[in-house]
């Protein structure tokens, strides 16, 4: 199974939630807030922190820019040409950027007051 574990209540990791939503028209991922108890009872800790998407795939967790690019390479052409073009730069360099916006999130696209709620539509995409 391939998980996107993202910060429930930011609305910049909700928008990207949204965007491999509509994106990956087979539906290869599913979701889980940081928050809630799929995370809580399938990550270490240490991979709970609240300022990164988290990606399970092929049974190995990626983290921050790793994660963001892996996601669109497995999106479609595009996409795919996307993350390729950035997984050139090192991991330095994208990590860095990816933890300024991290880091920002809050003051630049705000947050919920609580976690997402799945629409109809989006409940089996969803884990908890």
């Given at each position: ?18 965007f491999?939503?509509r994106h990956d ?40 820019s ?11 052409f ?27 999130r ?11 709620i ?11």
């Amino acid at each position: 199974m391939r998980i996107i574990y993202f910060d429930g209540i930011c609305n910049l990791c909700n928008g990207f939630v949204d965007f491999v939503i509509r994106h990956d028209p087979e539906h290869q991922f599913h979701f889980a807030s940081l928050q809630g108890t799929t995370a809580h009872s399938q990550l270490n800790p240490q991979d709970l922190g609240l300022d990164s998407v988290v990606l399970f795939l092929d049974g190995k967790i990626y983290k921050k820019s790793n994660a963001v690019l892996l996601i669109f390479r497995e999106l479609g052409f595009f996409y795919k040409i996307i993350g390729t073009i950035f997984s050139i730069f090192p991991r330095a360099i994208t990590d860095f950027i990816y933890d300024l916006i991290a880091r920002n999130r809050y003051a630049f696209f705000g947050k919920k007051n609580s976690c997402r709620i799945p629409t109809t539509a989006e409940k089996s995409y969803f884990l908890d």
